[in-house]
């Protein structure tokens, strides 16, 4: 242990505490709120894209004087929607999954279930969170530039984002968009660099790691990954800048024309943007999963009142997923021109990739073999992201294999398995996650019943929208498309399209119910006991409300594994990590 | 290991969880099944294989999405919490573990095999000598085809010469040029015959899709890319752009007739001549 064990709260002002604070828990939950605001934006224009998907072209006249330009007249413009688009994958994508699961859950709970005082750099910690939040700003302003915000998806292929003339949002907006992603690369790195310090240096006595809990396995896997691939991204980043607006011609190859107009760019490959943008941008599905589930298996260990099944088979995994999510970002690639020689090697290293998946999976399952399972919202939460992975995980194999991917990319069923991998099962370990340590942070409970509510019309809309998305996807309905109905292959499957608009408006609003839920519990919510749930591991052991410094005069201890949920001559049907030795010997004897 | 019998009772919201995951697997049985959607109908050689081994995978992927939630509804169902009673304390399995870890590493490889099969007919076999070869030019947001003529050759094309009018900058002065057809959004092939063509890009990347022939291959600028397949169904068919190519994405449509015969397909080529 190097960290100062000061003991001792610091006496800090207001602004010292709340706002510029280098409490791992303040920056958690800065991260957490600023991570929530993004959703909410982000969620708002995918409901004004499915405005339009669902009737296309349809006047909305009130919706003009909310968006003079993209709305002009009431109905859509396809720059506009386009740039909805690009911005909706962007903010869900990167601004929020990526920063909710290391940044806010990471942050509030490594060092909490570790025992360590905070995290290895405080101030590098705090500087992550206020970069994060400049990257946020910057991104949301490109919406309000000239020409607004870039169209060119969240993928940003070359040459359509390198240069400006190729449409409206590709001039000062792409480079916004491309500034905000290198600050936010910047943000993370500096945030993962202190998560896998912390939990590879600071961790409490006893607290081997054969001993930490799941969720710290998820988090270290992921920050592994992360500083691994978000470097090549900013570098990609830069490069692609400097096509724009330094003269470079990195990703743009001799020759283009456009309206007419010789483009004086030579030399660059636009395929080399795909490679550098995959090597990070399939990495990044398992920087959001691999927390996610991580969450979930804690949420799962503690509600089904028995060890875990497979502990250190889920940590072999993820380390496996760390190491295979390196090789298999060519399946993004299949149909672009790639040599198809690379299609064999990436589709096999893509299907290796599920063997661990799958036995996740395995785990999880039966570890409710022989349970006594509670049904509180959290287990409820976590169920739901089993299902959903299970379903949008088997998708894959469709789009992992070459031959199957030729006819299905780049329609809905890849939005369609995309979302109930990377965004609805991620989404629902992270509402596990609030509901099951918003006790913990508030002191008070959440309501059971709004969260069950909460629970069922998530997981129905969830399926209502994606798996239909599937099927629209086999009917080769095409993605980024403003209008499908130009199609005559399209026009039969319209009716999808408002069926699929239709839930996701209820989906969305029963989010407010969470919202809702949220807020009057933190105000007026019961009050919490120390341990409502009865869990094992160490954040449950720290004094409530948590210190500074989070431990009192000393760390605690731990003497064993978390998962001892009813040993055999126990009393209680819990065991927490910290409990005395000789509890557990004296109920033996 | 486990007693499982024991503990756990059958507990409301496990039931009604349980019988959620039932409805998935119903809806989603009906849905594969039925089939009230499907694929566009095929007018492909190749195509009956993609759809083959797309059938294969779903049986494989279907199985494991009936049985791993089943198996997840029956436990939800059937080990509830209840009162006070102990579940029991077992952690681990090395038998079932190194089961499903061989077992899916099996069924994987079964699919990488049969797949690559399809992979490698449709990149790795060589265009047949009776094919016919269009060059395919994705720009924003058009699609031009352009064929050789009678005399089999391609003119001169060059970036200067590129205008509205003359949209692939072809060099009417070359002799090869004399005979060439450019036809804008309009492509036609004749039934049974092989089709090689050739994809190129004039501005950004777009996507050559022809849902109907199970074709899709980038159109990338810089690069000129081959491939070739045999429509074997005479009919009229759409031509898509299946990667964001900008503003003008959603209405980068094109046409493709599949002629019944060679004749067919000349008489419109002579048309055309006489437009050009």
Redesign the interface.
């Known amino acids: 242990m190097y960290l100062v064990e000061t003991g001792s709260e610091h006496k800090a002002g207001f602004i010292r505490k709340y706002v510029f604070s280098t409490d791992h828990k303040i920056v958690g939950l800065q991260y957490f709120f600023t991570a929530f605001a993004m959703a909410i934006f982000g969620g708002l224009l995918s409901i004004l894209m499915r405005l339009q998907l669902g009737w296309p072209s349809r006047m909305w006249p009130m919706l003009e004087t909310i968006f003079p330009v993209g709305m002009a007249g009431g109905v859509m ?3 506009f929607y ?1 740039a909805l688009q690009t911005m909706h994958g962007t903010i869900m994508a990167i601004f929020v999954l990526t920063a909710l699961f290391t940044g806010a859950f990471g942050n509030y709970l490594i060092p909490l279930q570790i025992g360590a005082r905070d995290m290895a750099f405080p101030l590098l910690n705090m500087l992550s969170y206020w970069v994060y939040l400049l990257s946020c700003i910057v991104l949301v302003l490109a919406f309000f530039v000239e020409g607004g915000a870039p ?3 969240w993928t940003a ?1 070359a ?2 984002s390198a ?1 400006p003339e ?3 949002g590709q001039a000062m907006g792409q480079n916004l968009w491309l500034v905000a992603i290198a600050l936010f690369t910047v943000s993370s790195m500096m945030g993962v660099l202190n998560y896998i310090t912390t939990i590879v240096q600071a961790r409490t006595k006893g607290m081997t790691m054969s001993r930490v809990p799941l969720n710290i396995w998820g988090m270290l896997s992921a920050s592994i990954i992360s500083i691994m691939v978000f470097p090549v991204l900013l570098g990609a980043g830069v490069l692609l800048l400097a096509d724009r607006i330094g003269g470079t011609s990195f990703f ?7 309206g ?1 107009k ?2 004086p760019h030579s030399g ?4 080399l943007w795909q490679h550098l943008f995959w090597f990070f941008g399939h990495p990044e599905v398992y920087i959001v999963i691999v927390p996610a589930m991580g969450i979930a298996a804690e949420i799962i260990a503690t509600f ?10 889920m940590a072999g995994c993820w380390i496996a997923v760390v190491a295979l999510s390196m090789v298999v970002w060519g399946h993004h690639m299949f ?3 790639m040599n ?1 020689f690379l ?2 090697f990436f ?2 290293a893509t ?2 990739i ?2 661990p998946s ?2 996740l ?2 785990c999880w ?2 570890s ?8 509180t919202t959290p287990m ?1 939460f976590a ?1 739901g992201f ?2 959903i992975f ?2 949008g995980g ?2 894959g ?2 789009l992992g ?4 991917d ?2 299905l ?3 809905y069923f890849v939005v369609g398995h995309f979302h109930l991998t990377m965004a609805m099962s991620p989404l629902f370990a992270a509402f596990a996650g609030v509901y099951y340590w918003f006790p913990r942070i508030s002191g008070r409970m959440m309501n059971e019943r709004l969260g069950r509510v909460h629970f ?1 019309i998530s ?2 809309g969830a ?1 209502a929208i994606f ?1 239909t998305m599937h ?2 996807g ?3 309905m ?1 993605r ?5 109905t ?4 399209l026009k ?2 319209q009716p ?1 399209n408002v069926f699929v608009s239709f839930a996701a408006f209820a989906l969305a609003a029963s989010q407010l119910i969470f919202i809702l839920n949220f807020l009057v519990s933190l105000f007026r919510g019961p009050r919490a006991e120390a341990n409502p749930w009865k869990a094992n591991t160490l954040e449950w052991a720290a004094p409530a409300p948590i210190p500074h410094g989070n431990w009192g005069a000393v760390t605690p201890e731990v003497h064993r594994w978390p ?1 001892d ?4 001559d126990g009393g209680e ?1 819990f065991l927490p990590q910290n409990a005395p030795a000789a509890v557990l010997e004296n109920k033996r004897f | 290991m ?8 059958v ?1 409301p ?2 039931v009604a ?1 349980a019988a ?2 039932f409805i ?1 697997i119903a ?2 049985l009906w ?1 594969f099944i039925a089939k009230p ?4 109908p095929l007018a492909s050689q190749h195509g009956a294989d ?1 759809d083959f ?2 059938t294969s ?2 049986w ?2 279907g199985i ?2 009936v049985v ?2 089943a ?2 509804g029956y ?2 169902a059937r ?4 009162g006070n ?9 090395p038998k ?2 190194a089961i ?2 061989i077992g ?2 099996v069924i ?1 490889t079964v ?2 095999f049969m ?2 099969r ?2 490698a007919s ?3 076999s060589d265009v047949p000598a009776n094919a016919m070869t269009v060059q395919v030019t994705g ?2 947001f058009a699609w031009n085809f352009h064929y050789a003529g009678p005399d089999g050759a391609f003119g001169r094309q060059r ?2 010469l ?3 009018t003359n949209t692939i900058g072809l060099d009417r002065t070359d002799p090869a040029a004399m005979d060439d057809v450019l036809s804008i959004n309009q492509m036609h092939l004749v039934a049974d015959r092989p089709a090689r063509i050739r994809l190129r890009s ?4 777009h ?1 050559f ?1 022809l ?2 022939l ?5 159109a ?4 000129g ?1 081959e491939i070739w397949f045999v429509p074997n169904l005479a009919g009229n ?2 031509i ?1 752009c ?10 980068m ?1 094109a046409f493709l007739t599949v002629d019944a015969s060679q004749d067919a397909f000349d008489t419109w080529l002579r048309e055309q001549t006489a437009l050009q």
């Open positions: 413009s396809p720059e386009l169209i060119s998806g292929y040459p359509l240069i190729s449409g409206p743009v190859p001799a020759g283009l024309v456009m007419d010789l483009i660059g490959h636009p395929l089904i009142r028995k060890p875990v099944f497979g502990y250190r088979i149909v672009s021109g198809p299609g064999g589709a096999l299907l290796l599920t063997v799958a036995i999976v395995l399952v039966v409710l073999y022989g349970a006594r399972i509670q049904f409820l169920l089993v299902s299970v379903t088997l998708g194999f469709f294999s070459a031959w199957t030729i006819q990319h780049d329609t069922w997981i129905a399926y798996l099927v629209m086999v009917g080769g095409l980024h498309s403003y209008d499908t130009q199609y005559d292959f039969h499957l999808l998962y949920y009813m040993v055999p049907d | 486990a007693d499982g019998t024991g503990p756990g009772r507990t919201s496990g969880l959620l995951l998935l809806a989603s849905l959607y499907w694929w566009t993609v081994i797309f995978v779903l494989v992927t494991a999405f791993v939630h198996l997840l436990f939800i080990y509830g919490a209840k009673e102990r579940a029991s304390y077992w952690h681990d399995n079932a573990e499903l870890l899916t590493a994987l699919l990488v797949g690559q399809v992979w449709v990149y790795f720009e924003q970036i200067d590129i205008s509205p004039k501005d950004v990347i996507s899709f849902p109907n199970r074709v899709k291959q980038d990338v600028p810089g690069m890319i068919y759409e898509a299946a990667e964001l190519c900008g503003l003008g994405h959603y209405r449509k």
